[in-house]
């Protein structure tokens, strides 16, 4: 098993420039899945490798509940440095598991609470709230509970500032997330983010493609371009002077500090004005996109194999320590 | 807004959300009672005041709920409705006349903002339509959209 038991841990590191390429050169819907596939098994295949260090690192420690043979040399062995690494490795996998226990109940609490805000009112798929803050928002369905089915939440100042045809499109946005179910991708990533930081970029690179994907979708549902841009556009004008949309706005963090890259919304609106992404899936291999889909493919195989590979051979050196 | 005001508004939304129906212990596990979300049962209530023909105390608003809700119920969702502004109450003698004070709609615009404003640590939950701007970003938008053929008011 050797050092390639640490491989896993670190091969996260490559998702920077995948996600840097996929958002700019792929199909929206293409790069959302591809990024979100290779964060989750990314994301698995570093836990994995977590878990191993720690088995080998528990059993080092006095008292511990794990058959005796597992503190064994050979055992030991296995892992390099195993004395810091094994200790070191339960302090992350506890982060690792406080951290996302805490996303996931933060998760469904506020999607609980939204549903309970908008309880009482009829049971149309688009919830239209008095507010003089302009946002909208898409709410996924409670599959659990019935009657809390996907709901689409409108401000009236945010329909005040559009005009007939852009209220189409922001509809047909929103329509899109849930159809489509981009919050699930959403959620992948940020889990994936807090299993291995490495896989930060991710997160708002998805975040990007999401909303990408959706303007192409009502790009498509009203069948003009040039009304999403303005619909985007002018709703971004429009409640710029709010909290809220810094508030919930998971694109809004800069990605990394130094790159003065416009934010997402600017860019949303160029991407509609320009011309539409072509939609063929794999991109040949010898082009900028090749290589990121490529290397993304590679990248991901190698950590699985290799974390494959160490839970393998640490299963077979822990039975043969295993007293019978 | 400040540390404190985020805390009170969490602390208003960690109560139970759930408020179960007349003679719920009776029948224990085995017979579940229909239980409503705190939101249908504030909305309940919301409604029966707006069909009240004038302010009224929380007896006749107990009277007019479907289901027999306890006193202290109806008054512990007043006391909510009240906190969010959704309602107006006056003390007569030794009683509160209640006065509704917005919709349904209204009610769900004050409980969704409470939801959007109670999440400061930015995590993504619901898919926002549009995301913050920073002064660049505003130059460029403004420059596209002007180049797209449309000016944007405001």
Known sequence: ?324 | MNRDQAGARRSVWKEPGVIEDGDAEVGGWLRRPRRRGQGELEAQVLSALRGAPGPVAATWVQERLEGDLAYTTVMTILSRLHTKQAVTRERVGRTFLWRAASDEAGLAALRMRRVLDGQDDREAVLASFVTGLTADDEQLLRDLLKGAGEEPEG
Request: hydrophobic residues 50%.
């Open chain 1, 1 to 324: 098993m050797g050092i390639f038991v640490f491989l896993p841990l670190v091969l996260p590191l490559t998702a920077l420039p995948i996600a840097r390429l996929a958002e700019q050169h792929l199909h929206p819907r293409s790069a959302t899945r591809l990024l979100s596939a290779v964060g989750g098994v990314l994301a698995l295949c570093s836990t994995l490798c977590l878990v191993l260090l720690v088995v080998v690192g528990t059993a080092q420690l006095p008292g511990n509940p794990l058959p005796d043979g597992w503190s064994d040399p050979e055992v030991r062995a296995a892992v390099p440095y195993d004395e810091v690494a094994g200790k070191a490795a339960i302090g992350a996998l506890a982060a690792v598991a406080m951290a996302c226990g805490g996303l996931l109940r933060r998760h469904v609490r506020v999607r609980r609470q939204a549903h309970e805000a908008l309880a009482g009112l009829p049971g149309s798929p688009v919830a239209v709230l008095p507010d003089t803050q302009a946002y909208a928002y898409a709410l996924p369905g409670m599959a659990e509970t019935p009657g809390r089915e996907g709901r689409i939440v409108v401000s009236r100042a945010m329909l005040a500032c559009l005009d007939d045809d852009e209220r189409r499109a922001l509809i047909a946005h929103e329509r899109a997330h849930l159809d489509a179910r981009h919050h699930r991708y959403v959620l992948a990533v940020q889990l994936a983010a807090r299993a291995n930081p490495l896989l930060r970029p991710l997160r708002a690179a998805v975040a990007y493609c999401a909303e990408r994907w959706a303007d192409e979708d009502a790009a498509l549902a009203v069948g003009d371009r040039r009304v999403v841009a303005r619909a985007v556009g002018k709703a971004a004008l429009v409640s710029r002077q709010g909290p809220a949309p810094t508030l919930l706005g998971f694109a809004a963090e800069p990605m990394l500090p130094g790159f003065a890259l416009p934010g997402p919304v600017p860019r949303r609106v160029a991407a509609l004005l320009g011309p539409v992404p072509p939609a063929s899936g794999w991109p040949p291999a010898f082009t900028a996109v090749g290589l990121a889909a490529w290397t993304a493919a590679a990248g991901t195989a190698v950590s699985a194999l290799s974390s494959a590979n160490a839970a393998v051979a640490l299963i077979l050196v822990l039975t043969a320590a295993t007293p019978l």
